[in-house]
């Protein structure tokens, strides 16, 4: 009889969401965001995962969609312990990068459809992203805000995680936001969904209220 028992241990699978997650609770730590001067994109351009730089601003000319995630995971690769042992499940909001994304890919199509461009932004390495973007099939591309310019600047929540060398440590909370142009041509956060959970709703809970904009604009228009 083999005495290794590692083939009957559960593998490690970030697709899926573990029963009994900690729900996180809104700390107030977004509540600046949509509120002057932090309801524009700072100027800054960022690198995406198809080779390209995007500058966030005139990204944001049309309906622009930014979710936000800590570090996606790779299948059969558990993540480290935290600086005091802990796990990544046991941190509020961290466990579920992989179905928050996927969320978006399912949805991509309704997206483009409502004219609006989505990114997902974390600031794990472009190679990391670009990884996991080809290995999920995503439609969109991926920001890399590595070098924590757009942390810093709209003061979005992180957390600290240990890394291998060469890769940040800095982890952005999940949470997402909608911007939309406003009329000096600056796109203006208009919603923002903090804390995420369960994040493999959040492209759906984005994905209406879309909707319900456009359907009242629609309205708006035609009486």
């Known amino acids: 009889m083999n005495s290794d028992s590692s083939k009957f241990e559960p593998k490690h699978d970030p697709t899926a969401l573990p029963a009994g997650l900690p729900v996180p609770v809104d700390d107030g730590v977004c509540d600046h965001l949509g509120r002057p001067p932090f309801d524009v994109l700072p100027d800054i351009v960022l690198p995406a995962t198809d080779g390209n ?105 992180t957390f600290e995680w240990p890394l291998p060398d060469g890769e940040q440590r800095t982890l952005v909370r999940r949470m997402s936001m909608v911007l939309t142009p406003g009329v000096d041509g600056l796109g203006r956060i208009a919603k923002v969904w903090y804390p995420v959970f369960p994040p493999n709703e959040n492209a759906s809970s984005v994905l209406a209220w879309l909707d319900a904009r456009t359907n009242a604009r629609s309205k708006v228009g035609s009486a």
């Open 53 to 157: 730089v995007v500058r966030l601003r005139a990204a944001s000319e049309r309906p622009l969609v930014l979710f936000f995630y800590p570090r996606t995971g790779i299948p059969g690769e558990p993540p480290d312990m935290g600086f005091h042992g802990e796990n990544w499940d046991s941190i509020p909001g961290a466990r579920g990068c992989t179905p928050q994304s996927c969320g978006f890919r399912d949805f991509f199509g309704e997206f483009a459809r409502l004219g609006v461009t989505v990114f997902g932004v974390s600031t794990n390495s472009i190679a990391h992203q670009r990884e996991f973007k080809a290995r999920m099939h995503m439609p969109f591309e991926f920001l890399s805000d590595f070098e924590l310019l757009l942390v810093r600047q709209l003061r979005l929540p």
